[in-house]
């Protein structure tokens, strides 16, 4: 399933939340205007992603799960998590649920979150810790995987 990368997980996801919203409108959790507070997270998330994608373009580092690293990034958002992206991705689908406001939309987050922990996240820091080692180890012993 490597063709399930996590933007592909996102957009689906998102999809799928915005249809069971519509389809499936199960108790309201957040009324207006609070939902709006869902767009203020969903623009955090999507510019923590963006930043990091053009970072790992800039110092020409593979970006995508399922390959290998060419270059360790632990400074700037990986001084604070390991994950940025999956941060900004799962902070950007906790943000469509508060903008949707219905109870039925939060398994979005959820599937993500236990996604990018269990699969995504272990593969990587498996893929980093062969190819980068010690440095890799040590800065994993420092900042947490999520914050």
């Not at 499936?24 to 930043?51: D, S, V």
């Not at 996604?115 to 420092?142: S, T």
Request: hydrophobic share 55%; aromatic share 14%; net charge positive.
């Amino acid at each position: 399933m490597r063709w399930l990368i996590p933007p592909r997980l996102l957009i689906g996801l998102g999809a799928l939340m915005i249809a069971a919203n519509w389809l499936f409108p199960i108790r309201h959790l957040i009324g207006p205007p609070w939902t709006l507070g869902g767009i203020a997270l969903m623009a955090l998330g999507f510019a923590m992603a963006l930043a990091i994608a053009r970072r790992f373009k800039r110092v020409d580092t593979e970006i995508n799960t399922f390959k290998t690293p060419r270059k360790l990034q632990t400074d700037g958002l990986f001084a604070l998590t390991r994950n940025p992206i999956y941060l900004g991705m799962l902070l950007f689908l906790s943000g469509l649920a508060v903008l949707l406001g219905s109870a039925v939309v939060w398994f979005g987050p959820l599937i993500f979150f236990l996604a990018a922990n269990f699969w995504y996240i272990p593969h990587e820091e498996e893929k980093a810790a062969e190819h980068f080692g010690g440095p890799y180890l040590d800065y994993k012993k420092k900042v947490r995987r999520w914050l």
